[in-house]
């Protein structure tokens, strides 16, 4: 895969044909299937590392102003897996997620800036129903076998981290790390 991120892509839009740029922001959709969510604690000297699906993303990316970008991702914390059975379960119970009660995580960007190779999405985090503010690190590649200047097929990358405790999520304290750090890789295309 060739590696492109936001700030390159709008240096590459700016070189491509009046045609194949179009002013505003572009509303890409997600390619579910081939999306995931990576999350990883410390329990102990370990980790704990699982992974989550993308339920939804509804994405919209402006080449020319990075500031009009907008991203809203949903998961679906009741498929949540981990690396071992017993840290799976706790997850998913009353001391973690409590996915019974409240089963997907949300996040509503609500300020994109470029920042080095990349850019700052700034929103707010939505677990246990509980509301907090949160930043991700995005880059943007194209797709393995898409043509230079085509950004019909992209892949966006969010990484950051978040205290648990900050929504409640307090069970095992005493054995797992308050520290979630996650990976989001969302494949997107192009709406019609």
């Not at 970008?69 to 409590?98: C, I, N, Y």
């Not at 095992?172 to 709406?191: H, N, P, Q, T």
Request: hydrophobic share 50%.
């Amino acid at each position: 895969m060739h590696r492109r991120s936001l700030l390159a892509l709008l240096v590459s839009a700016a070189t491509l044909p009046a045609a194949a740029v179009q002013a505003g922001a572009v509303r890409y959709v997600l390619d579910a299937a081939r999306s995931r969510v990576a999350f990883e604690t410390d329990f102990g000297p370990d980790k704990i590392i699982g992974t989550m699906p993308v339920a939804r993303a509804d994405l919209a990316i402006d080449f020319d102003r990075v500031a009009n970008s907008r991203v809203s991702v949903t998961l679906d914390a009741r498929r949540a897996e981990a690396s071992f059975p017993f840290a799976a379960q706790a997850l998913m119970g009353p001391k973690v997620l409590d996915v019974r009660a409240f089963p997907s995580i949300a996040f509503e960007s609500t300020a994109v800036r470029g920042e080095g190779e990349g850019a700052l999405i700034d929103g707010v985090l939505t677990i246990r129903g509980m509301t907090r503010p949160a930043t991700f690190l995005a880059t943007i590649f194209r797709q393995a076998g898409s043509e230079p200047g085509d950004l019909s097929r992209l892949t966006i990358r969010l990484v950051g981290s978040v205290r648990r405790s900050a929504f409640g999520a307090t069970g095992w304290a005493d054995m797992v790390g308050d520290e979630v750090r996650i990976e989001i890789l969302a494949r997107i295309d192009r709406a019609a």
